[in-house]
């Protein structure tokens, strides 16, 4: 078993976590200006990545630039990891490869105390991704609790490049946005990206 093989009401169940769907967790949250080459590399691809239509596509295109915009506004004081292997619980299924996965320390050549999660919403299917999302987000709160790694919030998104939707896990209490972001407003998806990381100087 891995984290692909959840559904929302399976990692519900195995993990006795309760689910709110009911804020708009990012309300307050403040937009962060792309930088101009993100403009020009988002004006370019993403024509390209959704005629292209494939996830392959739209995680080369549209999230990974994005994603390193992130990283470059926090001074590249995080870590970024693409298609790693996270296991964390191979007995209870907390195994398998992530999509993103965006760790709240500079060393890139292993994961350490990851913060936010990102999937890549399979077959552009934001609500099908999420319980995937969640079980990753249960094992970063494991690993972190392991590594002794006060971190009581974890974030993570859904996203098919296009389309954001993000959430985060408090204790056993998972808070999904009742708002869906689009990729015209990545100054607000920026913002939210950088809020686990506050009060980290970013650099605009």
């Known amino acids: 078993m891995a984290y692909s093989d959840f559904s929302l009401a399976k990692v519900k169940n195995d993990f006795t976590l309760t689910l709110d769907e009911s804020h708009n967790l990012f309300a307050d949250t403040k937009p962060v200006l792309p930088s101009a080459t993100l403009k020009t590399l988002l004006s370019d691809y993403i024509p390209l990545a959704t005629s292209i239509s494939t996830e392959k596509a739209r995680s080369e295109f549209l999230i990974a630039p994005i994603l390193a915009e992130v990283r470059r506004l926090l001074n590249n004081q995080i870590s970024l990891f693409s298609g790693n292997e996270f296991n964390v619980d191979i007995q209870r299924g907390l195994q398998g490869f992530c999509d993103y996965i965006i760790s709240g320390s500079k060393e890139q050549l292993y994961i350490t105390a990851p913060v936010t999660i990102i999937f890549e919403a399979k077959k552009e299917d934001i609500i099908g991704g999420l319980g995937q999302c969640v079980a990753a987000m249960v094992a970063a709160q ?7 790694n006060k971190v009581e919030r974890i974030y993570g998104s859904v996203t098919t490049g296009t389309n954001w939707k993000f959430l985060f ?21 920026l913002g939210i990206l950088l809020q686990p990381f506050q009060p980290v100087l970013i650099a605009v």
């Open 142 to 148: 494991l690993f972190n609790q392991n590594k002794g």
């Open 169 to 189: 896990l408090e204790g056993t209490i998972v808070y999904i946005d009742e708002i869906e972001y689009y990729i015209k407003e990545v100054d607000k998806i």
